[in-house]
């Protein structure tokens, strides 16, 4: 997983085989390496960030979440008492990790439990206790937010041929996801990631089975 930071100063990285995020500053000169920092867990896979604040997904061992903030050199401070576990434990296979738009929310889905995690961030930047919020479908994976914090989810039912499909869902203050519309399957094989464009009017999901890209409006 990469992520930019606040006006794509640096770039972070996660290196799932050392455990580690690296920190790059991005110039005109290319790439050059800031730092690098423990992840807080086993094999991070992915990465979200909401202003000075970033959050990291760890996938192995126990899963769990862990946040950092962000100097102005780019350099990661673990922050104390940010770790969470995910609900499914050793058993969630977690795919990803993203802040809603306003950062007062944290979501992971889990593959095998079906389920996507959610986490009130405070004042703090510290989450909350996780909550479970059933999938629309089977093995929920990528997900993004649009502007008006509602997220699409794309199910790659367990990469079943011609199986995958989409929901979408809305968040409330509490970190409850509400089911918008269930799964509108589209005929391909393990859709994994999603993109919402800027214009928040529709989703771009990859099919990774399949070869192939699948729009929902």
């Known amino acids: 997983a990469l992520v930019f930071g606040p006006g794509h100063q640096f770039l972070f990285a996660v ?31 992915s990465l979200t ?9 760890n996938e192995g061992g126990t899963p769990n979440i862990t ?19 995910l609900i499914g434990g050793t058993g969630a296979d977690p795919a990803e990790v993203s802040f809603n738009s306003d950062g007062t929310l944290l979501v992971v889905t889990e593959k095998l439990g079906n389920r996507l995690d959610s986490y009130v961030i405070d004042q ?12 629309s479908g089977m093995t929920p994976f990528g997900f993004s937010f649009n502007s008006d914090d509602f997220l699409v989810v794309s199910e790659a039912f367990g990469g079943a041929p011609n199986q995958s499909a989409a929901s979408s869902y809305s968040t409330d203050q509490t970190g409850v996801l509400n089911v918008i519309t269930g799964s509108v399957h589209n005929n391909q094989t393990a859709s994994c ?25």
């Open 67 to 85: 946040g950092f903030t962000i100097g102005d050199h780019g350099t990661l401070t673990p922050l104390a008492g940010s770790t969470r576990p």
């Open 49 to 57: 960030i909401y202003e000075n604040l970033l959050y990291v997904l």
């Open 124 to 135: 703090n930047g510290l989450p909350g206790p996780p909550i479970a919020n059933a999938s």
């Open 193 to 217: 990631w999603v993109v919402i464009p800027n214009n928040g009017m529709q989703a771009i999901i990859s099919n990774t089975g399949s070869g192939t890209i699948s729009t929902y409006n």
């Open 15 to 45: 290196n799932a085989g050392s455990n580690e995020i690296s920190v790059l500053s991005v110039g005109g000169s290319g790439l050059h390496l800031v730092d690098v920092v423990d992840s807080g867990g086993v094999r991070p896979i």
